[in-house]
């Protein structure tokens, strides 16, 4: 299936409401109207094409549709993906080519270095540290400035590094120093010759590559397994029982039972990703799996009569058998 790149606008006041949308029992049927409204009450009413040229609209509807809309009461529960809000922002603020930062790339992946193996809040606190140290203005001349003056007093410790991270994001500010990578090239470059290029750099793998690929880049089929909230999400919602500790799934064991499961997202296995974080959230998530928020048309006088002749009819059918 190819990615449509066709950009989407979705001008206030033309879509359903979404409490009338969850009254219908089609709910695949209706994903576009439900995607529609979704996004609408979250605020985006500037278009919903991502940086990567795919439009969120179609997105949305796809996964909301797939699967027989298994994941529908999921997205209401939790409403439009949240890591794309920027589009909210009309045509003079909303993010670009002119208006990014220019060394977003760069910042990016020393956010997601520090946030290896950590809990949100500390790593956001992690990259603060790292904001306040380069007063704002971090870039790799300024990181190898501070390696020259020594990585463990002005980088490490300041900052809150491990050994490893702070070696990682040095590595970093070389490769970008020596040309081995630069902002356009991660601007413009395909999933797989960005996840070649940074594997290169010591200390990141595949889930730093899943998560600047996902998230900065925003390319729309991602499949972070190397997730672990991604993958207790998975567990949870699709009732899987792995090969890991305590039936938690592996992700190199139990890969092809996760990309089974996720098939039918594709191309759109970042979205549907994003909602098994919000799964791996939620407490009652066997409930939004199984408990669709729509309602049956109400039973009328006409329908109860039609059902208590069926009803005598089955009695008198049974009598004369046992008689």
Partial sequence: MVVSRKSSSIPPGTATP??????????????????????????????????AGWC?????????????????????????????????????????????????????????????????????????????LTEGKLNPDIILKLADQGVEEHLKKPVGYSKAKANCVVALANAFHDGDLSEEFLRSASEPETREALLKIKGIGPWTCDMFIMFVMEHPDVLPVGDLAVRNGMAKFFQLKGTGKAGSLDQ?????????????????RSLACYYMWRADETKDVMNATSTMTTTRPKRTDDDAAVSKTKKKKANAKKTRKVT
Wanted: glycine share 8%; net charge positive; aromatic share 4%.
């Fill in 18 to 51: 979404s409490s009338t949308i969850r009254k219908s029992s089609n709910v695949p049927g209706n994903a576009t109207a439900m995607a529609e409204a979704l996004l609408l009450e979250a605020g985006f009413v500037h278009g919903t094409k991502t940086k």
């Fill in 252 to 268: 190199k064991k139990d890969l092809k039972t996760m990309e089974n499961v996720m098939a039918p997202f594709v191309p759109y």
């Fill in 56 to 132: 969120l609209k179609e997105g949305l509807t796809h996964i909301l549709s797939a699967d027989d809309g298994k994941m529908v009461p999921l997205i209401q529960q939790h409403g439009a993906p949240k890591m794309y809000n920027w589009l909210k922002g009309d045509a003079k603020t909303r993010r670009n080519e002119e208006t990014m930062p220019p060394h977003i790339c760069f910042q990016s992946l020393c956010r997601i270095v520090a946030g290896q193996q950590l809990a949100g809040a500390a790593a956001a606190a992690m990259n603060q540290r790292l904001m306040n």
